[in-house]
């Protein structure tokens, strides 16, 4: 028996079908006289995708007229055992047992199974012998060239497809790619795709022929915690998110489970007294999902119940006066939750599952000088608003591409401001503003950064490749941009360019903020933005942040071979999907990969609500400014027009220190008007978080 697939002959063929085909026609055995591969034709993936779960796999598969030939799908390479191969050469059988539990055989069958009329329409009861493929569809017709596009389809959960074993009966097809990240798991398989023909159609022990490639298939599944709010019952209390963190959890014989997260909450109570202090109530915390699909599977860890195990206490002088210590405790809470992934997925669309967690805290009473502490009369309750939010992606290696992450656009007290979220409120004028953004595939944030090249907010909401640069100038503004910006995009057949050039006339907010953080304790790696927002009306209205990226290798990364795709086919097209964007090539060039992806600019979309001016103000359009009336100033903690009574005011040329933002009389009246300010603003947040659960 010899064999037509030679390493050294195959070395130029392999290099040209990398990845998610496998077209062949060149001669590459060296007693082939009679061209045995000259006309072939190639598997390609039709769609490969998930829908409310549910994995729609189609391949196309096209056999070549008159030519003898079976394509064999297997998840290994058709020589994986060489003492039983596929199709056993001294009887020309085509045997079952002979490939893994989810290939494309089906059935042992003798010598016919090359004839052009063996594939036939089946469903999945014919197909019942192996784990996977649920369908074959026979394509009628031949065309011009003589090949019949046939179908091969799985149509089903995940979970079966994720099943699916070698042919050691044990190995699952699936592996792990990398354990570099906590937020993310990326699992590739390939799946080989084999043509075999007979040396000698008439005579069954003459032995075959057979090229082979194989397709590339990932699943990717990312998700991230999203801290909408946090909010205290007590006035005297004030509780701040430090970050809330999900990762993957895995079965005992390690992998993954995609039903459930693991999250770990960690976050500070302030208490307004170096004198008081808090112990984690036996009561607990209450759980309310927004779902009954998503629920509290576990607490894997938790404060304990007594006031010597409390957090000992931080004193920080308090940021409002600098005058008085105040208490900073830290807590830590790391649950199992259920997050339902059966019904809702779809691929690169993020679902959301959002819960309501209720933390009971005891107040105590303490002597600094004799460390006696009494139970207050008044006891604490903080409140949070966790999503946990999960993206699958599923992809051939071909088609893979950096995708962008929101992880977080927050304004004053860490409230979230992405109007998808629950509990977002409309950010207000002169309100500072966090955009926090991470990219995936994670497994390669090892070699690249996120440079920012635009940052951009507009009025509307905003859809499209183009974003705010095709909104009129005066419904914007810039935040950042890179001198060597440049963004082209397919409108409507039309190439639209968009350089720095264009926006010489925008009114410019610059960020505080503009840097990449790499990976620190409680986050991954993301690039962060921070900017105070202005009005761009009067009223109430709805607002949209465009910002574009380029990835930046940061040294870590190998360098690639050099491109050979002609540059003059690199034209943009915007492709938007939930809230993230990449430029991609219009059709015409080779199908992409994660590398090309890597040369284009990325985009993100997010929408938020606007409060516009507070009431009694005027908007002054060429300054994007809210005027407030005589006698009062624009308060920078309520964002309203306040009588002037000695706040910091930014509109007012008055010399102070940064740190300073409200100046407070060091008497009791002074102290009770921001009890009482303090008591409103708890009383309204709650109001708004039971309006939510209602």
Request: aromatic share 10%; with cysteine.
């Amino acid at each position: 028996m010899e064999y037509l697939f030679q390493l050294a002959r195959l070395a130029p063929l392999l290099l040209f079908l990398r990845g998610a085909w496998a077209g062949f026609g060149d001669d590459i055995s060296q007693d082939n006289e009679d061209n045995r591969f000259a006309e072939m034709g190639q598997v390609t993936i039709n769609d490969f995708d998930v829908v409310d779960g549910d994995i729609r796999l189609v391949l196309e598969v096209q056999d070549t007229k008159d030519i003898p030939e079976l394509w064999i799908l297997d998840f290994e390479p058709y020589r994986f055992n060489e003492d039983a191969l596929p199709i056993n050469e001294l009887t020309g059988w085509l045997v079952l047992e002979n490939t893994g539990e989810c290939s494309s055989v089906y059935e042992s069958v003798e010598w016919t199974f090359f004839d052009d009329t063996y594939f036939k329409d089946r469903n999945a009861a014919d197909l019942a012998a192996k784990e996977l493929f649920t369908e074959f569809e026979y394509g009628d017709t031949y065309n011009a060239n003589n090949t019949r596009t046939d179908y091969i389809t799985y149509s089903g959960d995940f979970s079966t497809f994720f099943d699916c074993k070698k042919s050691d009966g044990f190995t699952k097809v699936w592996e792990k790619t990398s354990n570099e990240s906590d937020d993310e798991i990326e699992y590739k398989t390939r799946l080989y795709t084999t043509n075999v023909r007979p040396k000698d159609p008439e005579d069954r022990t003459a032995g075959i022929s057979f090229v082979q490639s194989h397709i590339v298939l990932i699943w990717r599944l990312s998700r991230q915690a999203i801290g909408n709010f946090i909010i205290s019952s007590t006035a005297i209390l004030r509780p701040v998110i430090d970050f809330a963190r999900v990762s993957a959890v895995f079965d005992t014989q390690g992998d993954p489970i995609p039903e459930q997260a693991r999250m770990h909450l960690r976050f500070t109570t302030i208490l307004d007294s170096k004198d008081q202090k808090l112990a984690y109530s036996t009561t607990g915390f209450t759980f309310t999902p927004d779902n009954p699909l998503h629920g509290l599977n576990a607490t894997v860890d938790q404060p304990e119940t007594t006031l010597d195990s409390a957090p000992d206490c931080t004193l920080t002088l308090d940021v409002g006066t600098g005058q008085h210590l105040q208490c900073y405790q830290t807590w830590d809470f790391v649950l199992i939750l259920d997050v339902d992934t059966t019904t809702q997925l779809i691929d690169s669309v993020p679902i959301d599952a959002s819960a309501t967690l209720d933390f009971f805290f005891d107040v105590y009473e303490c002597n600094d000088t004799t460390s006696a502490c009494s139970r207050a009369v008044e006891d604490a309750q903080v409140t949070t608003l966790i999503t946990i939010q999960t993206v699958v992606f599923i992809r051939d290696e071909e088609e893979d591409q950096f995708t962008l992450l929101l992880m977080a656009l927050t304004g004053a007290n860490d409230h979230t401001l992405d109007s998808s979220q629950p509990g977002a409120r409309p950010v207000s004028h002169k309100e500072d503003v966090t955009l926090k953004v991470k990219f995936s595939p994670a497994v390669l944030r090892s070699q690249f950064d996120l440079k920012l090249m635009l940052f951009m907010v507009c009025k509307g909401d905003i859809e499209g490749a183009q974003g705010c640069l095709d909104e009129d100038i005066e419904q914007r503004y810039i935040a950042a941009q890179d001198p060597d910006f440049s963004y082209t995009v397919d409108v409507n057949g039309t190439q639209v360019t968009y350089s720095a050039a264009n926006l010489t006339e925008d009114y410019v907010q610059l960020l505080s903020t503009n840097q990449y953080n790499a990976e620190t304790a409680g986050t991954d790696p993301h690039h962060i933005s921070q900017f105070t927002n202005l009005a761009l009306s009067a009223e109430h209205s709805k607002y949209t942040i465009t910002t574009i990226y380029e990835l930046v290798e940061n040294g870590l990364r190998k360098k690639r071979d050099a491109d050979t795709a002609d540059a003059t086919n690199m034209i943009r097209t915007g492709i938007l999907t939930t809230t993230s964007f990449s430029t991609r090539v219009i059709p015409g060039r080779v199908r992409r990969d994660i590398d090309d992806s890597a040369d284009l600019s990325h985009g993100l979309r997010v929408g938020m609500g606007a409060a516009g001016c507070p009431e009694g103000s005027t908007y002054i359009p060429e300054a994007y400014d809210c005027q407030c009336p005589a006698d009062t100033v624009y308060d920078l903690v309520s964002f309203q027009c306040v009588k002037n009574d000695n706040r910091y005011d930014i509109d007012q040329d008055i010399e102070k220190d940064d740190d300073v933002l409200v100046d407070v009389t060091a008497n009791e009246e002074s102290g009770a008007d921001l009890n009482r300010s303090s008591l409103y603003l708890v009383i309204l947040l709650n109001t708004v978080l039971i309006r939510m659960m209602i």
